[in-house]
């Protein structure tokens, strides 16, 4: 019976009853715009992608990306209709703790039709 109280007693001290404050981990955030190249049209509904975090661009061609570890990161774009500029080089971007990165304006083309398949 002793051993019994013994051990109710380590379990409920032991434990504690309530889980640790976790450690906030530091990030920053990245934002900018999407343009067409040519005609400086804003574009929609793009999927920007920094290390392993994402977005989509908003309708002024905007986005937002929050959560993101500090360190050097280059910006991805996916999209089906547009690719990157290759005319503008990849920029390397620096994310910093608790700051926003702006890159400014990104700038975009229409993606070539696939070929016909034979």
């Known amino acids: 019976m002793r051993f019994a109280i013994v051990v ?13 404050t976790p450690i906030p981990i530091p990030t920053g955030s ?9 005609t400086h049209d804003v574009v929609r509904g793009v999927k920007v992608t920094v290390g392993d975090r994402s977005g989509m ?4 061609g905007g986005f937002s990306i929050s959560g993101i570890s500090p360190g050097g990161y280059v910006i991805v774009i996916s999209s089906d209709d547009w690719m990157m500029s290759p005319w503008r080089p990849e920029e390397m971007i620096e994310v910093v703790e608790s700051e926003d990165t702006s890159v400014g304006t990104l700038f975009v083309i229409s993606r070539p039709p696939a070929p016909p398949l034979r």
């Open 57 to 60: 661009t908003n309708g002024n």
């Open 8 to 20: 109710l007693c380590f379990l409920l001290v032991g434990c504690g009853g309530s889980s640790p």
């Open 30 to 38: 990245v934002s900018g715009r999407i343009m067409e190249e040519f």
